[in-house]
């Protein structure tokens, strides 16, 4: 991997992988916790609409997907707290929508010449450096805004009824949580794109959260977690030629059946130990 780091390319794709690791680790962790996995999955999907107005209206890729991906993440958060019986139809319709809307428009682009393959799973390895510094602006701010509102963000994900009672603003606070989500997503769609988003944002926290007793802790532990699937999986896509964002989601789908198995092995041994400690 040493040696990969010679060439800009890869040196600009671990920089963007380790700061989507540090921003999904923070962020991925309240999805986990605020169990929001499906309505981020509809955010990922209809920020395909920004990328096609971004390509249709000559904007630069990033601001044209944060823009629409957040205007689409407000609405869902507006219908998931109005329509709670039918948010999940709704969303998903979105979903779709924002799909469809972006392949017309990246139809209707003239000249039309990206690279579909590359928004739907990733192109770490074409990251250029004024997008690295765009992401790297979205982060900081995601992550100052986590900080100042750590109290009443883990207040709110743990007990919304009794956050709510003790003054905390919780439906401002949910709305500000899926923005930063929105925008999360438009970071990490560069590392392994919209199809396999939800992958990175989800599974180190998952497994992050059976091992801490905290959520600082855990957001930390799902940091580490993130940069070790990423830099796992560009250093495998390089040495075997294989496409990157691909390769970082099966490393982490495996580090995933690694944690189920040694819930299992552990809880075997809790077993023995137990049926043990009852024969003596």
């Known amino acids: 991997m040493l040696d990969a780091l010679q060439f800009e390319f890869m040196r600009n794709a671990l920089f963007a992988g380790l700061l989507a690791s540090i921003i999904c680790g923070v962020i991925g962790t ?10 981020s999955g509809g955010i990922a999907h209809s920020a395909y609409g920004g990328i096609g107005l971004a390509s249709f209206l000559g904007w630069p890729y990033m601001l044209g997907a944060t823009l629409f991906a957040f205007a689409s993440a407000m609405l869902m958060a ?3 707290i109005k329509a709670k019986e039918r948010s999940d139809t709704l969303i998903g319709v979105m979903w ?35 997008e690295l ?41 949910y ?56 830099t796992g999986g560009l250093w495998c896509s390089y040495t075997y030629d294989l496409t990157s964002g691909a390769t970082i989601i099966l490393i982490s789908g495996c580090g995933f059946m690694l944690s189920l198995l040694l819930d299992k092995l552990l809880s075997l041994k809790r077993k023995i130990q137990w049926r043990r400690a009852h024969a003596l």
């Open 30 to 39: 309240l999805i986990v916790v605020n169990r929001l996995v499906f309505l």
């Open 133 to 173: 510094l765009f992401m790297t602006f979205l982060g900081v701010g995601i992550l100052l805004l986590t900080s100042y509102y750590y109290r009443d963000l883990l207040a709110m994900s743990y007990d919304a009824e009794f956050a709510q009672v003790r003054g905390v603003p919780v439906r401002g606070l």
């Open 175 to 230: 709305f500000l949580l899926i923005g930063m989500v929105a925008v999360t997503v438009v970071i990490v769609v560069q590392i392994v794109g919209l199809i396999l988003v939800i992958a990175l944002l989800t599974v180190p926290p998952y497994i992050s959260e059976k091992y801490t007793r905290s959520l600082l802790q855990m957001m930390l532990v799902s940091s580490l977690l993130g940069m070790l699937f990423i």
């Open 78 to 80: 507006a219908i998931s």
């Open 96 to 130: 779709s929508v924002g799909m469809a809307m972006g392949i017309i428009l990246l139809d209707l682009t003239p000249g039309y010449n990206v690279d579909l393959m590359s928004y739907l799973f990733g192109s770490i390895l074409s990251v250029p450096r004024s």
